[in-house]
């Protein structure tokens, strides 16, 4: 049994708001401690349903992944073995997302379809519970706008995935060294 962890933060663009309808495009990830490791894929849609507002908010072209996207088992087979790559013998990847919950469904469900299993095992860590937890917040005051005023960050989602799992990285990390700092 692995006794250490290793916090990766990730990010998932999409088509729309479930992996059961809509496609997954693109996957940014980073190690959170130093020196940061990156990975990065945009996937073809295996789908055609589209959400317009989510294609807007990304600014990903379902024509343009079709010709350019990397076939999903491909990439996710990428993302794994990236996974395991940066997570050192006896250590734990944990999976760590601001609102963990939205890009979990599609990756977790991404990794089994695709690869026949997730090498998070089956768990992620919310970044936005984390706060709730260590501030006493109520849940409306764990927006990303609201946290990062908290930590005096000025990092505007931008929603390119890599961006995103960077940008998330670097406000775990100071959500980690203040948790540390209360016991």
């Not at 990794?111 to 260590?134: E, T, V």
Request: with cysteine; proline share 7%; charged share 25%.
């Amino acid at each position: 049994m692995p006794n250490k962890e290793t916090y990766i933060s990730v990010d998932a663009e999409t088509a729309g708001p479930n992996p059961s309808q809509y496609a997954m495009l693109s996957i940014g990830a980073c190690t959170v401690d130093e020196p940061v490791e990156t990975f990065y894929v945009e996937l073809q849609p295996d789908r055609e349903v589209f959400s317009p507002e989510a294609l807007e908010v990304s600014g990903l072209s379902l024509e343009k992944l079709q010709e350019n996207g990397v076939p999903p088992e491909q990439a996710m087979g990428r993302f794994g073995d990236w996974v395991k790559q940066v997570t050192p013998e006896n250590s734990r990847p944990v999976f760590v997302a601001f609102n963990a919950p939205f890009d979990w469904m599609f990756v977790n469900d991404y990794f089994h379809r695709y690869l026949g299993y997730n090498p998070f095992g089956h768990s992620a860590l919310d970044m936005k519970a984390f706060f709730m937890g260590m501030q006493g917040v109520r849940w409306g005051d764990t927006g990303f706008e609201k946290v990062t005023e908290y930590f005096d960050i000025d990092h505007p989602l931008t929603h390119n995935a890599l961006q995103d799992a960077l940008d998330q990285a670097a406000l775990f990390r100071r959500m980690l060294e203040e948790a540390k700092k209360g016991n």
